[in-house]
């Protein structure tokens, strides 16, 4: 099969595109060029490699031909943000691909009434790049059902692994807080710290995608949530990384109008975020219909995220705590 896979050389392409190949598939990878897998691996070296701003392209009026020639039997866009972006990608596909996977995102739930959340509960966002989603989502399926347009969408969490920062139990990306946790310093966090984080591996959100190649008629038509197999509260998850390094956690609450003078503007700002979404997602609907079988908890996700950090010297670590 001729896969175009958009966006292939970050997160999830790190692990998808050397498995497409490994698979048999004829890959071609579109990205601006500015950026290396996050892991080797020789099976980048069969991939075709086109190199195009996206932006540029799309102000161009370009950019959908572009993928179009590619002539794919299956596009993966994993960079696509806006709904009229996927609208000038669908209308250059339309008679042109056997199917058009979109990666969306969690934040298309907005305050969830029932956990966890399920494809069918009500999706409300909050913010704008949940909406964008949700309204690609929409469109994307509307287009499937009244069109027969081949479309799937897949909607992972917190998207981590080795070779970034994984969302901290703060809710944000400062790696003092590991840091402190692992050298068992007092850590103060919002509220009760009850709220929840919804972490998946990189590699499971690669295996995701393959599934639904694989399960086609299954997933046509369809949306998927996409996480581990069970989100982590906030305490929750400080505790475990505390654990982790050999520590009690030596944890302090505050509301968190008090709690946010304690940080910079930013790591409120992004911590809020993830409080106010609480992401805790069911994954039953892929796993049944999809055969998804993510291989990382939450925790293990996390923790090999730490392991790079930690061999890369990205965290000081006091050597008593490893």
Known sequence: MRITVIGGTGHIGTYLV???VELGHDVTVVSRGKREPYRPDPAWNSVKTLNIDRSRAEKEGIFGR???NTKADAVIDLLCFTEKSCRELTAALREMTGHLLHCGSLWVFGHSAV???SEEEPKTPICEYGKEKLAIEKYLLGEAGAKGFPATVLHPGHISGPG???????????LNVFERLAGGEELLLPNFGMETLHHVHAADVAQAFIKALINRPAALGESFNVASPAALTMRGYAEAVAAHFGREANLKFAPFAEWEKSETQEAA???LDHMLHSPNASIEKAVKELGYEPKYSSLETIFEALGWLIENGKIRIKREAL
């Open 18 to 20: 050397p498995k497409l």
């Open 66 to 68: 572009q993928i179009a």
């Open 115 to 117: 956990v966890p959340a």
């Open 164 to 174: 970034w920062i994984p969302i901290n139990p703060a809710g944000h990306i400062s």
């Open 269 to 271: 700002g992004i911590t």
